[in-house]
């Protein structure tokens, strides 16, 4: 069971029912559950899509699946009329290695999912939505039917929602079967119509033709989440929270080696530091950093020098990385970069779904050379063909797995350039991780 | 009362898929959780599974079998009765993800993707399950253990030893 933590540095919105038995509907209620869909129903049918609309706007929250994404404009892209069914598409796919806050939302506080997702299907005018989470959730996956059979006995979802005439919302949950790329939202839609999680091309975007080719909204499921506690407060209220165009909260997984690894919400904008030593303990055992990948594997890694940056969308892009899905994870000095990079690609040579070339042959040759410079068969030029094959993987492929597998491993061979130089030349550094045997599997790659 | 006569399924697994098909506006929709929950009660997805749901979905067996063939957690021979699947990717791999996956091989003698003679464990290394923050994790089926230690390990290994079966 995840252990759940916290911090006095904290700032508490969405997991203020957390460690409260709110998966139960009633206690949920209690603590003002299915409140805010009731303030919004009761602006009328006229004025609801664009209050909920026009407050999400105002609270200035982005995507928190990792693009940042603002998402009242997102909701405002969906077409008024559609000769096609419009859909909400909820995304709990959670797969990005450092990332598990999905799965405490999911855990603990069920309904604010199911909330959120009547929410948006409200404000662009859909009558059904997905609730859609990865395989290996299946304990969290009968924690949510069960909110959802518990909504629709109360009368929250189905025909007439709290009892309004003509106004109907039907809630589906769906399992996965284990692949990280239908995370990607397109790939995501595939999935749920039954086929091989592949991306489609863009244009036309989900908000025009989506699921079963109507116009969809995607999104994250800390997101939605998010939606009923943004009504509730107020959209102005919610952006004072955090930094400029980075409105609120979010969930920061911290991981690897720190003293108290955990999710904890933190506003947006609050140092890196600060969530490395003060929220996370500082590193474990006392030991030096050595490198920060701040927002889950994609992101390129920030090295112990460059962590005096706020963890917002802006000020992790100006500093050359990424806020991503706020997985933190910590390296200390110990490790070898050279392994850690191996590492990385390996995830998403394993994960890349092989639809387009770049990523298909990109990833597999980078990581076939970093296995050989791992296994000390490495040339120097090795370093420069890992970054040849990186760079020309970025921006070639119809989803963003590509530049996931290209960002990280460019910022390693960048970055650490010395330390994988050093390395070819027998001088090592950290202490290994993978184990001997996993090597013989590494050298046959085969997974 | 089922569209399928002679179901290979239980009559509960069944009257599941019945209903499962009738939810979505594309029937389709129902492959990937059919696959799953039909995985959950065969052990693996025969010939007769991909048959069954092909029939029940409208589709070609080459449909189902392209979709099969796509997502890790289906498998077209039996794992164990108590799959153990160890992530090593990087946050578990920072707090010994390896070690745990080592200790499990020797513990059960078999490799990745090895089912014991017994048929009772098999054991797999897996990509990032979600609990990064509890880690080294794994899991068992689809049960969770986390913030795991070599003799944490066995304790829980003991504990699925002793059980007969099931999920």
């Known amino acids: 069971m995840p252990r759940l933590v916290s911090h006095p540095e904290e700032a508490i919105v969405l997991k203020r029912r957390w460690g409260q038995g709110a ?9 003002d559950g299915y409140k805010a869909v009731q303030n919004a129903i009761a602006k009328g049918m006229e004025a609801m899509p664009g209050w909920i609309i026009d407050t999400m706007k105002a609270s200035g929250l982005r995507g928190r699946g990792g693009a940042g994404f603002p998402t009242g404009m997102k909701w405002s892209f969906v077409p008024k009329t559609s000769p096609k069914p419009k859909y909400v598409l909820v995304n709990g796919d959670e797969s990005e290695p450092g990332t598990c806050k999905d799965h405490v939302i999911f855990r603990e506080d069920p309904h604010s999912v199911v909330e959120g997702t ?14 859609y989470l990865r395989g290996e959730y299946r304990y969290l996956l009968n924690i949510v039917e069960k909110a959802v ?27 996965g079967a284990g692949a990280y790329e239908v995370g990607e939202e397109s790939a995501l839609m595939e999935s749920l119509e039954g086929k091989r999680g592949v991306p489609r091309i863009k ?37 004072a929270l955090g930094s400029e165009r980075n409105g609120g909260t ?22 890196l530091r600060k969530a490395i030593y003060e929220v996370g303990g500082g590193i474990k055992g006392g030991k030096q950093l050595k490198a920060v990948v701040p927002g889950g594997a994609s992101c390129p890694v920030l090295r112990a020098d460059e962590i005096d940056v706020g963890l917002d969308f802006d000020q992790m892009g100006k500093a050359g990385t990424m806020l991503g899905s706020g997985g933190i994870v910590v ?11 191996l590492r990385t690609i390996k995830f998403y040579q394993h994960e890349s779904c092989g639809w387009c070339i770049p990523c298909r042959e990109g990833t597999d040759w980078i990581k076939k050379t970093l296995t050989r410079v791992y296994l000390d068969g490495g040339q120097k030029k090795d370093i420069d063909n890992v970054q040849y094959l990186a760079e020309n993987m970025m921006g070639r492929t119809f989803c963003p797995l590509g530049d996931a597998a290209a960002m990280p491993t460019l910022g390693f ?19 290994p991780l993978m184990t001997t045997e996993s090597e013989h599997e590494l050298a046959g790659a085969a997974h | 009362m089922s569209i399928i006569t002679n179901s290979i399924f239980s009559p509960e697994l069944a009257a599941r898929f019945d209903k499962l098909v009738t939810l979505y506006p594309v029937k389709r929709s129902a492959l990937i959780p059919m696959l799953l929950y039909a995985q959950d009660e065969v052990g693996y997805i025969s010939e007769a599974v991909v048959q069954e749901i092909a029939k029940r979905l409208d589709l070609f067996d080459l ?30 791999m920072l707090r010994g993800g390896y070690e745990i996956l080592d200790h499990c091989k020797a513990k059960l003698g078999i490799g990745h993707k090895q089912v014991t003679p017994d048929g009772h464990f098999s054991l797999e290394e897996v990509e990032c399950i979600g609990a990064c923050c509890w880690a080294p994790a794994m899991q068992v089926n689809y049960d969770f253990h986390e913030e795991l230690t070599p003799a944490k390990v066995d304790e829980v290994l003991a504990d699925y030893a002793s059980r007969k079966a099931g999920k």
Request: charged share 20%; hydrophobic share 40%.
């Open chain 1, 149 to 175: 059979a518990d909504a629709y006995a109360k009368g929250f979802l189905g025909k007439n929602i709290f009892g309004v005439e003509g106004l109907d919302f039907d809630i589906v949950t769906q399992t």
């Open chain 1, 250 to 271: 979010r969930l920061f997984g911290i991981s690897g080696h720190v003293e108290r690894p955990g999710v904890y919400e933190l506003p947006m904008g609050y140092s």
């Open chain 1, 23 to 31: 998966a139960d509907i009633d206690k949920y209620i209690a603590l």
């Open chain 1, 331 to 341: 390296l200390d000095e110990t490790v070898s970069i050279v392994e850690f990079a």
């Open chain 1, 413 to 431: 061979v960048k970055k650490f350039r010395k330390e994988f130089e050093d390395y070819i030349e027998g001088k090592k550094a950290g202490t």
């Open chain 1, 203 to 239: 244009p036309p975007f989900p908000a025009v033709v989506g699921l079963y080719g109507g116009p969809t909204v995607i999104n994250n499921a800390e997101t939605i989440a998010s939606a009923p506690h943004i009504l509730l407060m107020g959209g102005p209220e919610y952006a």
């Open chain 1, 118 to 131: 009547m929410i948006a299907g409200l404000a662009i005018g859909a009558k059904m939505g997905f609730i």
């Open chain 2, 63 to 92: 449909d189902v079998r392209s979709v099969l063939s796509y997502y890790s957690m289906l498998r077209t021979k039996p794992a164990g009765k108590f799959n153990i699947q160890v992530c090593t990717n990087i946050s578990c």
